[in-house]
């Protein structure tokens, strides 16, 4: 029942399911690509990012200074319904723009 509620405490917010449906469409992201994106302070990016990790949506991979996110692989069924769902809630999703090199 813990992870269940921690799953949906962590899509109970409007910019954790933009941030997540994000991750979804551009596959790999970097936090500073993030950011630069949503148009968002890096600390609050990074909570967001942090509780949807916790819930077992995203996988963080750190290379050097940087932090890429990306869907978690395999998901479960129920992770996976939740992302199909978000294809139907008509989000305003912003273009990926790159904030940083890499």
């Known amino acids: 029942m813990d992870v269940f509620l921690k799953t949906i405490g962590a899509i109970n ?3 954790r399911l ?7 469409l551009n596959g790999e992201v970097c936090v500073c690509d993030i950011e630069t994106s949503f148009d968002m302070v890096q ?6 990012l942090k509780i949807l990790k916790e819930a077992g949506f995203l996988k ?7 932090a890429y996110y990306s ?10 319904s939740i ?10 999703i912003p273009a990926l723009k790159k904030g940083c090199t890499a």
Not at 43 to 48: E, G, L, N, Q
Not at 71 to 76: E, K, N, V
């Open 71 to 80: 869907i978690r692989s395999p998901l479960d069924a129920f992770r996976q």
């Open 18 to 24: 933009r941030l997540l449906r994000f991750v979804e």
């Open 60 to 66: 963080v991979d750190r290379r050097g200074r940087w």
């Open 83 to 92: 992302l199909k769902e978000t294809t139907c809630l008509g989000m305003d």
């Open 13 to 15: 917010d409007e910019t």
């Open 43 to 48: 600390s609050r990016i990074s909570r967001h």
